[in-house]
């Protein structure tokens, strides 16, 4: 498996720590991190921090993890896709997502129904651009050239590059078909190992219908590392569970929760949900069961985390994105360096199993 860490997330920006953020990758590059994923979620945007990166970094690849579709229009997606894909020397992954109705509706202002058909349509006329085309194109929710006005069909100045890899974030049965039918990569969340055929099954189906195999795209899902005792470290990581279920979209819809629940958590995700929605959250975050923090996490002792690791790769996943934990930067670094050695151990031991 590769590895890859992310920077970013709905908190960055409330502390000046960027410098920190770009000491921590260029050391991760060089303890052999593949990849570095910047969030962007409604703190730090997911572009400006890669493209910094890629003046301070050499070899690590450079992933939008994720570019909101409901902030920024096709074309404009296109060329700082084209942009980061040039400066980087050819390292950057633009991975794209349909967020959720309280980003898109709330904070961009965009109507969030059809969020797929706004995926593909989208996807499509960055393909456009990617191949040099001129951007033409007649969909529901894009027209090219705006009919009725004056605008003209214009192909971007930036020659194309279609070898820009597309990642796609997506959960929902469809949306997951079409990431297994069109994308280079799924960037995975809610994953739950033991339940892989629930979001890598609809991929499959998806890549085959379109005549792929499954091995085209890269399958990335991880989560949190800590080391130590598993019982002590569940209610540090609890929260981290609560608040996709309760918090990462509306009571109508939340593709996070959604994903848990085809998992086999309903039950646990109704009460953790409607505790969240009703300002209880300190009981929302105590309702989440521990099967589930310890199946969406990597912590415990080194055998343990070694299980779960283990349990990622058995389930499919390709490259695991990990979030080490620890108190302060030297404490991150050894987290990160100790579960990649497991992680080596893990790819060796696989490896004389197949022998």
Known sequence: MRIAIGIGGAASGRRNDFQEQVDFVREAERLGVDVVWSAEAWGQDAVVPLAYLAARTERVLLGSGIMQISARVPS???????????????????????????????????????????????VDIVRLAFAGEKLVYDGHQYVLPRPGGEGKALRLAQPGNPNIPIYLATLGPAALRYTGASADGWVGTSFVPEAADVLLGPIAEGAAAAGRDLTALDLQAGGSVAFGDRGELLDRFRPGVAFPIGAMGSKQHNFYREAFIRAGYAEDCAEVARLWLDGKRDEAIARVPDELVVQTTLIGTDAEVAERIAAYRRSGITTLRVQPEGADQTARLDTLARVIDLIRADEQAAAADRR
Do not use: K, W, Y
């Open 76 to 122: 404009m997606t296109a060329m700082t896709a084209l942009t980061m894909a040039t400066v980087s020397d050819d390292r950057f992954i633009l991975g794209l997502g349909a967020s959720g109705p309280q980003v898109v509706e709330g904070l961009n202002g965009q109507p969030f129904a059809r969020p797929l058909e706004r995926l593909r349509e989208h």
